[in-house]
């Protein structure tokens, strides 16, 4: 079965095609015949038949388990977490969203909303792709109030950022979700496409991975992992495409971007990786400053506090 930390791959129309088909499984100069058919007689098919329908679950069960022991370390922080706010009688910004839910549980229109929506006639949310599905729930109410006597509000967000799903933030909001709810013919979508921040070879190069990537990815969550809808990737990446700002372009610097890949072969360790990765970066910086940038120009981006002063002692 090859690395048994690594996802099963689904099988493919060819092997499903092949499983009551033993003969088909080797040549007739194969030194594995008797092993094959013996395994068959075993009622090899009937397992093979089976392993495509469960390749999921043990996908899912073999990520679970690769983390198991954080769910216990897990639990006991919010135990000692629960201990701390019930002693200070402290109510933390997220436990916000369950006193919210309790204290509107079973009413049509609580009294909350119909304070605020008295009192507030327009709405701003920014970051809108961090919003959860219990917070958009709050939120619609109050909105479609605001619709409801032509006044306008304004949503702001990008749901390519959805799919780290900081704060609980759903994919699905931006992506259909709020124009199914709040009505289509109630909403104008603005799509800024014009990058002000970034040099334009940074965004050619951004257009370019953001154009193959989605479907790339797509292929390896229904082959590898068995999702079955992994469609909302290139729904969610469909706009993703951002022109160059007149300023960037006539700023003098075009900007740069370096792929370079490590040969597994020259890696022992973590550790021996970041010692290679390290080793190149003072040939970086002074190829960069051969171009005109200064070092207060430059900088690099580290996963860990450990890495980062090692990287200063380079």
């Given at each position: 079965?090859?690395?048994?930390?690594?996802?099963?791959?689904?099988?493919?129309d060819?092997?499903?095609?092949?499983?009551?088909?033993?003969?088909?499984?080797?040549?007739?100069?194969?030194?594995?015949?008797?092993?094959i058919?013996?395994?068959?007689?075993?009622?090899?098919?009937?397992?093979?038949?089976?392993m495509d329908?469960?390749?999921?679950?043990?996908?899912?069960?073999?990520?679970?388990?690769?983390?198991?022991?954080?769910?216990?370390?897990?639990?006991?922080?919010?135990?000692?977490?629960?201990?701390?706010?019930?002693?200070?009688?402290?109510?933390l910004?997220?436990d916000?969203?369950?006193?919210?839910?309790e204290?509107?549980?079973?009413?049509?229109?609580?009294?909350?909303?119909?304070?605020?929506?008295?009192?507030?006639?327009?709405?701003?949310?920014?970051?809108?792709?961090?919003?959860?599905?219990?917070?958009?729930?709050?939120?619609k109410?109050?909105?479609?109030?605001?619709?409801?006597?032509?006044?306008?509000?304004?949503?702001?967000?990008?749901?390519?950022?959805?799919?780290?799903?900081?704060?609980?933030?759903?994919?699905?909001?931006l992506?259909?979700?709020?124009?199914e709810?709040?009505?289509?013919?109630?909403?104008?979508?603005?799509n800024?496409?014009?990058?002000?921040?970034?040099?334009p070879?940074?965004?050619?190069?951004?257009?370019?991975?953001?154009?193959?990537?989605?479907?790339?990815?797509?292929?390896?969550?229904?082959?590898?992992?068995?999702?079955e809808?992994?469609?909302?990737?290139s729904?969610?990446?469909?706009?993703?495409?951002?022109?160059?700002?007149?300023?960037?372009?006539?700023?003098g610097?075009?900007?740069?971007?370096?792929?370079?890949?490590?040969?597994?072969?020259?890696?022992?360790?973590?550790?021996?990786?970041d010692?290679?990765?390290?080793?190149?970066?003072?040939?970086?910086?002074?190829?960069?400053?051969?171009?005109?940038?200064?070092?207060?120009?430059?900088?690099?981006?580290?996963?860990?506090?450990?890495?980062?002063?090692?990287?200063?002692?380079?």
């Amino acid at each position: 079965m090859g690395d048994k930390n690594q996802p099963i791959p689904k099988l493919t129309d060819a092997t499903l095609a092949k499983i009551d088909q033993p003969d088909s499984w080797f040549s007739k100069s194969s030194k594995c015949i008797d092993q094959i058919q013996s395994a068959y007689e075993q009622g090899l098919n009937q397992i093979l038949i089976q392993m495509d329908a469960l390749t999921s679950r043990w996908n899912t069960l073999q990520a679970i388990a690769k983390n198991s022991y954080v769910y216990g370390v897990f639990k006991n922080l919010l135990d000692e977490l629960s201990l701390v706010k019930d002693e200070e009688n402290i109510l933390l910004i997220s436990d916000a969203n369950e006193f919210l839910k309790e204290i509107t549980k079973g009413n049509d229109t609580p009294f909350i909303y119909e304070k605020v929506g008295n009192q507030y006639k327009n709405y701003l949310i920014d970051e809108f792709q961090d919003t959860s599905g219990f917070q958009w729930d709050s939120f619609k109410p109050l909105l479609e109030n605001s619709l409801g006597q032509h006044q306008t509000n304004l949503l702001v967000g990008d749901v390519k950022q959805s799919i780290y799903r900081w704060r609980g933030g759903e994919m699905k909001l931006l992506l259909s979700q709020v124009e199914e709810e709040i009505g289509t013919d109630r909403i104008a979508l603005k799509n800024l496409d014009t990058n002000f921040r970034s040099l334009p070879h940074i965004i050619q190069f951004n257009n370019s991975v953001f154009k193959v990537l989605p479907k790339s990815m797509e292929q390896v969550l229904f082959v590898d992992y068995g999702v079955e809808n992994p469609k909302i990737l290139s729904q969610a990446y469909e706009d993703s495409f951002q022109h160059v700002s007149s300023k960037k372009m006539n700023s003098g610097f075009k900007g740069k971007v370096k792929l370079e890949f490590i040969d597994p072969k020259n890696v022992e360790d973590e550790s021996s990786f970041d010692e290679l990765v390290l080793d190149k970066l003072p040939e970086v910086v002074k190829e960069l400053q051969d171009h005109g940038y200064e070092l207060k120009d430059i900088a690099f981006l580290v996963r860990t506090k450990i890495k980062e002063r090692r990287l200063q002692t380079k």
